[in-house]
């Protein structure tokens, strides 16, 4: 019987069995302890240094600016409205977050029986910065039954007013993140039309109904942020 004979009859025999399988439970408990060792002081101050990070709360102060136009449309014409928010309001804040803009409108023909005029409105994407592309703006709205129509336009980057807290950094470092007077500067064009709903009167030579009164208001809403160790 050759030696290759006798390993193989060592192998399959009860005691080679025992020392196959010994054998690899000892390289398995070597494969444990070696990733173990890896995960608990190989990168032992990895991790620590990740449970170190400070924590920071960002927290928003709202300040709203309000201002009211009332403009008289004539039926089938546009009108531009700008709204141009003051520069002091950029120096005293951190930031200007929201704007909102409600176009509102009543029947003053004052004739019997007449209907309420359309009125449509578009805050058109030219001549200020923001954030014009947002998925949660509302830039244009139509009214036929005298309903306020409310935009809203999203100004500074990702700013939704609401607190949150991160991980790493530092206080300055955050305060920086969410100041900038570049957004919101510039003129804010909002194109409002009137068309003229005739009463049912209107056929009579002394009835008539020509012209809207709109108003519209705009309300600039900046914020202050407030950083703090958590």
């Not at 136009?69 to 804040?93: C, K, M, W």
């Not at 409600?102 to 954030?131: H, K, R, W």
């Not at 510039?186 to 009579?204: C, D, Q």
């Amino acid at each position: 019987m050759t030696s290759e004979d006798n390993i193989i009859k060592d192998l399959f025999s009860e005691g080679g069995s025992r020392k196959v399988l010994s054998i690899y439970w000892t390289f398995l408990v070597v494969i444990l302890i070696y990733h173990a060792t890896v995960f608990w002081v190989i990168m032992q101050d990895d991790i620590q240094s990740k449970f170190d990070k400070p924590t920071f709360s960002i927290e928003f102060e709202e300040i709203s600016e309000i201002s009211t136009e009332s403009r008289t449309i004539n039926d089938g014409e546009e009108s531009v409205i700008q709204y141009i928010a003051q520069p002091e309001l950029f120096a005293s804040h951190n930031g200007f977050g929201m704007l909102y803009v409600n176009i509102s409108y009543t029947e003053t023909s004052g004739e019997f029986a007449d209907p309420c005029d359309t009125v449509s409105a578009d805050l058109t994407p030219t001549g200020a910065n923001a954030d014009w592309n947002n998925p949660n703006n509302e830039l244009s709205g139509i009214s036929s039954d005298c309903e306020t129509i409310s935009l809203v336009l999203h100004i500074f980057p990702e700013y939704s007013g609401e607190n949150y807290n991160v991980i790493g950094g530092n206080e300055q470092y955050w305060i920086s993140s969410w100041t900038d007077s570049s957004h919101g500067e510039g003129t804010f064009n909002l194109e409002v039309e009137v068309i003229v709903n005739e009463p049912v009167t209107s056929g009579i030579p002394t009835v008539s109904d020509t012209d809207e009164e709109v108003t519209v208001t705009w309300e600039a809403v900046f914020f202050d942020v407030n950083v703090n160790q958590v």
